[in-house]
């Protein structure tokens, strides 16, 4: 019965508390309704999220939270009033997962047979430390799957070419897309696995640190790429008579390298990379393009202990560097810049503007640019956890990529939408195809 505000139950007339997230299995880039029910009225909870990643690194993330007059929680409503973030955000607790051992970035490995398996907790008070004392009130596991049933994956290992071609379901013929990563090397699918389940036809390409490519990058063969993009059109799957380019960091470099040079690629996604050509040469054919010089001397070590590469780099704009800027003039295609305003890694903006100046310059205008303010380095699919910083390729050096939480979410879960209309625009005949 009701006594002013507050609620007193017989100890038979207790509610047990439920947490209900649904869908509790879904694709990674799609959001998860989180409600609790059956809590004593007003109480204050603690809301956890923890996963392992496929090498035993932990994630975890806390929000705190108030339960309405009739003890429920709705995550679309309530603001987290404190934790790892503040404020109305139904996915916080996804995109803020931090790793327990510093510099660690989340990166599912094997996309086809596994999900990542987020576990979810609500305790009845403000939990700040995590304790094996206290127990949750509930819980529920909820998967999240980078690929949907039907897909398939295909290993490339064609003459020297290594990657994983990733179909959807169906005859098709499909739109085509070439996928990027930068100096983490290796071959990374999780993008291309997701996007596969959007319609496109998705080939993750690993050009360095991969099987019996070379471990260190030394230079940037650009046929590799014309091969790989030849492969994918030769494919009965695939839709011509173009394909795309999806990419981030130095893959960015290099798909607007292949946006320059190669007749194939027509529409090009390039994140917060570069305009012109740093440390290493790109050849292709008889062409050799030297990079531009970068300057050790102005790294800067953040408080993380985490070093800035933003000021490292000499300046395309230099008349002794025009040699190494990429000739966007000669892009047949549609190219989208994707800028996160707080990358700690590369004056991305900077380049971009340059870019886009130069096609202006030539009567181009096949080039666009959008602008997240506060958003970092490593732009990922939605509901992904800001990496601000983490180990290089070669494991000594910890690289500062930037981002606020909040902000790089949002970017997150905008620029995929845009990234995906992009795609549809200029690589389907009719936009109805898909």
Same mark, same amino acid.
């Not at 995590?130 to 290992?157: K, N």
């Not at 666009?368 to 390729?393: D, F, T």
């Given at each position: 019965?009701?006594?002013?505000?507050?609620? &007193?139950?017989?100890?038979?007339?207790?509610?047990?508390?439920?947490?209900?997230?649904?869908?509790?299995?879904?694709?990674?880039?799609?959001?998860? $309704?989180? =409600?609790?029910?059956?809590?004593?009225?007003?109480?204050?909870?603690?809301?956890?999220?923890?996963?392992?990643?496929?090498? #035993?690194?932990?994630?975890?993330?806390?929000?705190?939270?108030?339960?309405?007059?009739?003890?429920?929680?709705?995550?679309?409503?309530?603001?987290?009033?404190?934790? *790892?973030? %503040?404020?109305?955000?139904?996915? #916080?607790?996804?995109?803020?997962?931090?790793?327990?051992?510093?510099?660690?970035?989340?990166?599912?490995?094997?996309?086809?047979?596994?999900?990542?398996?987020?576990?979810?907790?609500?305790?009845?008070?403000?939990?700040?430390?995590?304790?094996?004392?206290?127990?949750?009130?509930?819980?529920?596991?909820?998967?999240?799957?980078?690929?949907?049933?039907?897909?398939?994956?295909?290993?490339?290992?064609?003459?020297?070419? =290594?990657?994983?071609? /990733?179909?959807?379901?169906?005859?098709?013929?499909?739109?085509?897309?070439?996928?990027?990563?930068? #100096?983490?090397?290796?071959?990374?699918?999780?993008?291309?696995?997701?996007?596969?389940?959007?319609?496109?036809?998705?080939?993750?390409?690993?050009?360095?640190?991969?099987?019996?490519?070379?471990?260190?990058?030394?230079?940037? *063969?650009?046929?590799?790429?014309?091969?790989?993009?030849?492969?994918?059109?030769?494919?009965?799957? !695939?839709?011509?008579?173009? !394909?795309?380019?999806?990419?981030?960091?130095?893959?960015?470099?290099?798909?607007?390298?292949?946006?320059?040079?190669?007749?194939?690629?027509?529409?090009?996604?390039?994140?917060?990379?570069?305009?012109?050509? /740093?440390? /290493?040469?790109?050849?292709?054919?008889?062409?050799?393009?030297?990079?531009?010089?970068?300057?050790?001397? =102005?790294?800067?070590?953040? %408080?993380? #202990?985490?070093?800035?590469?933003?000021?490292?780099?000499? *300046?395309?704009?230099?008349?002794?560097?025009?040699?190494?800027?990429?000739?966007?003039?000669?892009? &047949?295609?549609?190219?989208?810049?994707?800028?996160?305003?707080? *990358?700690?890694?590369?004056?991305?903006?900077?380049?971009?503007?340059?870019?886009?100046?130069?096609?202006?310059?030539?009567?181009?205008?096949?080039?666009?640019?959008?602008?997240?303010?506060?958003?970092?380095?490593?732009?990922?699919?939605?509901?992904?956890?800001?990496?601000?910083?983490?180990?290089?390729?070669?494991?000594?050096? !910890?690289?500062?990529?930037?981002?606020?939480? %909040?902000?790089?979410?949002?970017? &997150?879960?905008?620029?995929?939408?845009? !990234?995906?209309?992009?795609?549809?625009? $200029?690589?389907?005949?009719?936009?109805?195809?898909?």
């Amino acid at each position: 019965m009701w006594a002013g505000s507050t609620t &007193q139950w017989s100890l038979g007339q207790l509610p047990m508390p439920q947490l209900k997230a649904t869908p509790a299995s879904a694709l990674a880039d799609e959001p998860v $309704h989180i =409600r609790a029910t059956g809590l004593p009225p007003m109480q204050l909870v603690t809301l956890t999220a923890s996963l392992k990643d496929e090498r #035993g690194n932990l994630f975890r993330s806390k929000a705190f939270y108030k339960a309405n007059e009739a003890g429920e929680l709705d995550l679309q409503e309530a603001p987290s009033l404190g934790g *790892d973030y %503040v404020g109305v955000h139904p996915m #916080g607790l996804f995109w803020s997962l931090k790793p327990e051992r510093p510099f660690r970035r989340l990166l599912k490995k094997d996309v086809m047979s596994s999900p990542f398996s987020v576990t979810l907790d609500i305790y009845n008070s403000v939990c700040l430390l995590e304790s094996a004392m206290v127990q949750p009130s509930a819980s529920q596991v909820v998967q999240r799957w980078f690929r949907c049933p039907g897909t398939q994956r295909v290993q490339i290992w064609e003459g020297r070419l =290594r990657g994983a071609l /990733f179909l959807p379901p169906g005859e098709g013929p499909f739109p085509g897309i070439i996928d990027l990563f930068g #100096g983490v090397g290796g071959l990374v699918e999780f993008r291309a696995s997701l996007l596969a389940t959007h319609g496109f036809a998705v080939l993750a390409l690993a050009y360095f640190a991969y099987e019996d490519l070379p471990q260190l990058l030394r230079e940037v *063969d650009l046929e590799y790429f014309e091969e790989a993009a030849n492969l994918l059109l030769a494919h009965p799957k !695939i839709q011509g008579p173009g !394909i795309g380019v999806m990419s981030v960091s130095k893959g960015a470099e290099i798909g607007l390298a292949m946006a320059c040079f190669l007749k194939q690629v027509v529409a090009t996604v390039c994140i917060n990379g570069a305009n012109a050509i /740093f440390d /290493f040469p790109l050849k292709y054919r008889d062409l050799v393009m030297s990079p531009i010089q970068s300057f050790m001397e =102005r790294m800067e070590t953040d %408080v993380s #202990g985490a070093v800035r590469l933003f000021h490292y780099r000499g *300046d395309p704009r230099d008349k002794a560097n025009r040699q190494s800027v990429l000739p966007i003039e000669k892009a &047949q295609g549609q190219i989208l810049f994707i800028i996160g305003e707080n *990358d700690q890694s590369i004056n991305s903006r900077e380049y971009a503007k340059q870019a886009l100046e130069q096609l202006k310059s030539h009567g181009r205008s096949n080039g666009r640019m959008l602008v997240y303010p506060g958003a970092g380095h490593l732009i990922e699919p939605p509901y992904a956890p800001l990496c601000y910083a983490s180990r290089n390729n070669a494991g000594s050096l !910890i690289l500062l990529w930037g981002g606020d939480p %909040v902000a790089h979410a949002a970017a &997150q879960e905008h620029a995929w939408g845009e !990234i995906q209309m992009f795609f549809r625009q $200029h690589l389907t005949q009719t936009r109805s195809q898909l």
